[in-house]
C-alpha cells in the first residue's frame, strides 16, 4: 500500500484520506504503549474516527437494516432463486452477486424493481464509485412519543423529518463513502411520568431506574446532522476490517434484536471479522469482533458528570453443510466505564467474564466493574418450504452460580421468538406472514423476591446499555415484552399489509419498586397488577412503486395504552404515521 502512495497510483483525493487517517490513527495509537506513562486519550481517536469518517465514511453492496428489500431477499425471493447464500444474522449484509443475478433473470413479484437491472451508465461517472438512493422520511405522533428500530432519529409529539444520501468508491482493497444523515423533530409537548427519579437525574429520564433512556428529548425543537451508515474498510480474501458508524444488527429477529439492533444511532467502532460467509467444508462461518465508544444523551443528568464508555463484543455464526438452512450463533457484547484508565487488556474484555456477587455491589471499584450480556441463537429457513423460524436467548447476568442458573432459568434472561411462512399466490404474487413475540421481564414470582437484573439498566454503569438516550438492544427498552404479528402480500405494484401488536412497558421497573406503588396507590395486591402498563398497536403499510423510479412506503399505527406511566384507569391514545419516500436508479445501492 506504501509503495502504491508514493508512486502515485492510487487517486489524488484517496491518498488525501489515507494520509490524513494514518497519520491520526498512530498519533492515537501511541497512546495504547504501556511504555508510555500517558493514558490513553479518547479524543485523540474520536478525533480520528471523526475526521476519517467526515471525510470518507459509507456503505457498499449492502443493504441498510430496515430497508423493505432486505425482507423480500431474505424470504420472499427465495421461492424463486432457491439462495441460502447468507445468514442473514448479522446486517447489514454484503450481497451475493449470484442472488442478484438470478433474480435479474427470474419472474418474481419485484422483478421490474430498477434495483434488480443494470444500469447502462453506472460507469459513467468514475470506475469504482457507487451512489445511494436518496431517502426522505418524515413521521408524526399526536398524543406521545412512539419510534423504534429508527437510528438516529426521535421520533417525539409532532413532525420529524431525515434526509440521507451519499456515495461510495472502491479501489482494490479499499472502499470508502460518505452517507451522513440530517435530523429534525418538532418535539412538541407531551405529559410525562410523574414517579419520582434516581436521584442526580434531570426530569425526562425513566423513572425509578439508573438508565439514559429519556421519556422526552428536552423542551426544544431538535435539529442536528449525524455520520449516519458510513465507514471506511479494507478487506481481502474474505476478510474485512476498519473504522464505521454504521448500525449493527446481530441476530435473526425481525423487530427485537436482544444485543445489536439499529434502534439507536450508530457508534464509532474499529470492526474486524468476515466480510461474506466464510465456506469450508463443515460449513459456512460468518463473524464481527468491534470495539468503540457509547455517548451520553444531554437528557440524562444535569448534576452527575459524564464518564467515557467503551463498548465491544462479537457476533459468531455458524451454518452447518449437512443440515440446510440451519444457523446457528453467538452473541457477546461488554462495557464499562474508561475515562483516562483504558487497558491494553480492555480489548479482550468480551471474552472476560465479570463474577462480582450481587451482595458485593455496593462495594466495586466502578473504574474496573464491567457490564455485559450474551445471547444464543438458530435460525432454521427452508427455501422450498417457505418456513422460517428463529429465536434468541440471552443472559445479563453472569454473577450466579451453575446450580441457581438450573433451579430459575428464567430469572435475568430474555428471549426472542419468530417465525415467517410464504405462500404461494397465482399471478405470480406473494403472501407473507410473520410472528414475533420477546420477554426482557424477570417474569418469574420468585424473582420478585430476589435480586435480579433489568435488562440494558445498570447500578454502577448508570447510563446502561444505550448511546445517545436509546437502547442499542430491543427498542421495547428495559423490563419489557411483546408480541406482534404482520401480514404482507406483494405483488408488481409493491406491498400492502395490516399488523397487530401488544406491548407491556417495563414490567421489571413496577415490580422492583412495588412498594412505592403500593403505599402511594394504597392498593392491594391484585388491584395492583391492574397497573401494568399495556399497549394495544393496530398498523396498515403499503410500499407502491412509482413512476420516475420513485418508491413511497407509508405507515399507519394506532396505539391504545392503557394505564400509562402507572396511572391507574387512565388510557392513552396516539397515532402515529410515517412516510418514506425513495429515489432508485438502475444499478444504485440502497
Known amino acids: 500500500m506504501i509503495s502504491n502512495l508514493r508512486s502515485g497510483k492510487l487517486p489524488a483525493f484517496i491518498r488525501l484520506w489515507l494520509y490524513l487517517f494514518v497519520g491520526l490513527f498512530v498519533k492515537g495509537f501511541r497512546t495504547l504503549n504501556p511504555s508510555t506513562p500517558q493514558p490513553l486519550n479518547l479524543k485523540t481517536l474520536i478525533l480520528t474516527l471523526t475526521l476519517t469518517l467526515t471525510l470518507t465514511s459509507a456503505h457498499a453492496q449492502s443493504i441498510s437494516t430496515g430497508d423493505p428489500l432486505e425482507l423480500y431477499l431474505r424470504m420472499a425471493a427465495q421461492s424463486y432463486t432457491g439462495a441460502t447464500t447468507n445468514s442473514w444474522t448479522l446486517r447489514p449484509v454484503a450481497l451475493d452477486d449470484s442472488l442478484r443475478h438470478s433474480l435479474q433473470i427470474q419472474s418474481h413479484p419485484w422483478q421490474d424493481h430498477p434495483f434488480f437491472r443494470e444500469s447502462d451508465s453506472r460507469n459513467s461517472l468514475m470506475e469504482g464509485m457507487e451512489i445511494y438512493a436518496p431517502r426522505f422520511f418524515m413521521s408524526h405522533n399526536n398524543n406521545f412519543a412512539v419510534g423504534q428500530n429508527d437510528g438516529a432519529v426521535w421520533q417525539g409529539v409532532g413532525w420529524n423529518y431525515a434526509f440521507t444520501a451519499g456515495f461510495s468508491y472502491e479501489y482494490r482493497f479499499l472502499k470508502v463513502a460518505l452517507r451522513p444523515l440530517f435530523l429534525h423533530s418538532e418535539n412538541n409537548f407531551f405529559d410525562i411520568s410523574r414517579v419520582p427519579k434516581q436521584p442526580g437525574l434531570t426530569r425526562f429520564s425513566m423513572p425509578l431506574t439508573w438508565i439514559d433512556f429519556p421519556?422526552?428529548?428536552?423542551?426544544?425543537?431538535?435539529?442536528?446532522?449525524?455520520?449516519?451508515?458510513?465507514?471506511?474498510?479494507?478487506?481481502?480474501?474474505?476478510?474485512?476490517?476498519?473504522?464505521?458508524?454504521?448500525?449493527?444488527?446481530?441476530?435473526?429477529?425481525?423487530?427485537?434484536?436482544?444485543?445489536?439492533?439499529?434502534?439507536?444511532?450508530?457508534?464509532l467502532h474499529f470492526f474486524a471479522g468476515t466480510e461474506k460467509p466464510l465456506v469450508t467444508r463443515v460449513g459456512s462461518i460468518e463473524s464481527r469482533f468491534f470495539w468503540g465508544k457509547l455517548e451520553q444523551s444531554r437528557y440524562f443528568s444535569d448534576e452527575l458528570p459524564e464518564r467515557q464508555r467503551m463498548i465491544t463484543g462479537f457476533t459468531v455464526a455458524f451454518s452447518p453443510s449437512r443440515i440446510p438452512g440451519l444457523t446457528v450463533g453467538m452473541n457477546s457484547v461488554r462495557y464499562k466505564y474508561v475515562d483516562s484508565n483504558f487497558r491494553a487488556s480492555d480489548l479482550l474484555l468480551s471474552l472476560r467474564r465479570n463474577l462480582v456477587r450481587p451482595e458485593e455491589m455496593s462495594e466495586v471499584d466502578s473504574a474496573t466493574y464491567f457490564s455485559g450480556m450474551e445471547s444464543y441463537f438458530f435460525r432454521w429457513a427452508g427455501a422450498a418450504s417457505g418456513f422460517e423460524v428463529?429465536?434468541?436467548?440471552?443472559?445479563?447476568?453472569?454473577?450466579?452460580?451453575?446450580?441457581?442458573?438450573?433451579?430459575?432459568?428464567?430469572?435475568?434472561?430474555?428471549?426472542?421468538?419468530?417465525?415467517?411462512?410464504?405462500?404461494?399466490?397465482?399471478?405470480?404474487?406473494?403472501?407473507?406472514?410473520?410472528?414475533e413475540l420477546t420477554t426482557?421481564?424477570?417474569?418469574?414470582?420468585?424473582?420478585?423476591?430476589?435480586?435480579?437484573?433489568t435488562w440494558y439498566s445498570d447500578e454502577v454503569i448508570i447510563q446502561g446499555y444505550t448511546h445517545r438516550g436509546q437502547a442499542i438492544g430491543a427498542g421495547i427498552g428495559p423490563g419489557s415484552s411483546t408480541q406482534y404479528v404482520k401480514l404482507s402480500y406483494y405483488n408488481r405494484w409493491g406491498m400492502a399489509g395490516a399488523s397487530v401488536g401488544r406491548v407491556v412497558w417495563h414490567n421489571d421497573r413496577l415490580y422492583n419498586n412495588w412498594e412505592y406503588f403500593r403505599d402511594r396507590q394504597f392498593m392491594d395486591s391484585a388491584v395492583f397488577r391492574a397497573l401494568h402498563e399495556v399497549e394495544i398497536r393496530y398498523g396498515l403499510y403499503a410500499l407502491i412503486f412509482l413512476p420516475m423510479n420513485l418508491e413511497l412506503q407509508a405507515d399507519f399505527r394506532f396505539s391504545a395504552v392503557e394505564n400509562r406511566w402507572q396511572r391507574y384507569l387512565k388510557d392513552e391514545k396516539n397515532t402515529h404515521m410515517m412516510f418514506t419516500l425513495r429515489y432508485q436508479l438502475p444499478g444504485w445501492n440502497r
Not at 232 to 258: D, K, M, T, V, Y
Not at 440 to 453: A, K, T, V
Open 215 to 267: 421519556q422526552r428529548f428536552g423542551l426544544d425543537p431538535i435539529t442536528r446532522f449525524d455520520p449516519g451508515d458510513s465507514y471506511i474498510r479494507f478487506q481481502h480474501s474474505g476478510w474485512i476490517a476498519g473504522f464505521s458508524n454504521e448500525r449493527i444488527w446481530a441476530g435473526p429477529a425481525l423487530h427485537n434484536a436482544l444485543i445489536l439492533s439499529d434502534n439507536a444511532p450508530g457508534f
Open 390 to 435: 428463529y429465536g434468541e436467548w440471552g443472559r445479563n447476568d453472569f454473577r450466579r452460580p451453575w446450580r441457581d442458573f438450573f433451579s430459575e432459568p428464567e430469572l435475568n434472561r430474555a428471549y426472542t421468538l419468530g417465525l415467517l411462512k410464504r405462500f404461494q399466490l397465482p399471478g405470480n404474487n406473494l403472501l407473507l406472514l410473520n410472528m
Open 440 to 453: 426482557l421481564e424477570n417474569s418469574s414470582i420468585s424473582s420478585q423476591y430476589r435480586e435480579n437484573n
